[in-house]
T-cell receptor, first 109, second 114 residues
Framework: TQLLEQSPQFLSIQEGENLTVYCNSS?????LQWYRQEPGEGPVLLVT???GGEVKKLKRLTFQFGDARKDSSLHITAAQPGDTGLYLC?????????WGAGTKLIIKP | EAQVTQNPRYLITVTGKKLTVTCSQN?????MSWYRQDPGLGLRQIYY???????DKGDVPEGYKVSRKEKRNFPLILESPSPNQTSLYFC?????????????FGNGTRLTVT
């Protein structure tokens, strides 16, 4: 059974701090997607990474796919209250997506 | 506006009373899917459909039915709901099949079965 473990499960920090959340597996994935879900809404895609070692930036968010395509990280620089939400990673494998349980992030003003 | 629309947003029902949650997308997407989201468990796939009249079971299909008679609609049917189906449900669609395709989600249906 393929699993994606996200850590930490919960993170509460002050506005302006930096943070990194992780998405780890023992399995290799063909791609890794990151979504953000705000309360009362469905998940919204942030980025897809497909190449081992790939780094993508989305304003203050930096996404990295591990060299072996088994893990990924999301780094947020100078976090803002608008970054608050549930961050979900999903690994692509054999025509299906394997989902992590998510990291709940709260950015306090 | 491109979107996935689910109805209702909230539903409280009793054990055994059949219900249907509707899902419609206006993006002409081939792939549609239903998920349930429970605390600590993430998103679990219930059923998916790769095209009209083509549906298949996901990871947790027991107690659910789906149909795909038209490309835009993918209703989720609970013939005899039970309390363990209390959950937050999401419909999603994608332009292509395959795990690299981005999913577009609806805003969810919060179901409570008493």
């Amino acid at each position: 059974t393929q699993l994606l473990e996200q850590s930490p499960q919960f993170l509460s920090i002050q506005e302006g701090e930096n943070l990194t959340v992780y998405c780890n597996s023992s399995s290799v994935f063909s791609s890794l997607q990151w979504y953000r879900q705000e309360p009362g809404e469905g998940p919204v895609l942030l980025v897809t990474v497909v190449t081992g070692g790939e780094v993508k930036k989305l304003k203050r968010l930096t996404f990295q796919f591990g060299d072996a395509r088994k893990d990924s990280s999301l780094h947020i620089t100078a976090a803002q209250p608008g970054d608050t939400g549930l961050y979900l990673c999903a690994g692509g494998s054999n025509y299906q997506l394997i989902w992590g349980a998510g990291t709940k992030l709260i950015i306090k003003p | 506006e491109a979107q996935v629309t689910q109805n209702p947003r909230y539903l409280i029902t009793v054990t055994g009373k059949k219900l249907t949650v509707t899902c419609s997308q206006n993006m002409n997407h081939e792939y549609m899917s239903w998920y349930r989201q429970d605390p600590g468990l993430g998103l679990r796939q219930i059923y998916y459909s790769m095209n009209v009249e083509v549906t298949d079971k996901g990871d947790v299909p027991e107690g659910y039915k789906v149909s795909r008679k038209e490309k835009r609609n993918f209703p989720l049917i609970l013939e005899s709901p039970s309390p363990n189906q209390t959950s937050l449900y999401f419909c999603a669609s994608s332009a292509r099949t395959g795990p690299n395709s981005p999913l577009h989600f609806g805003n969810g249906t919060r179901l409570t079965v008493t």
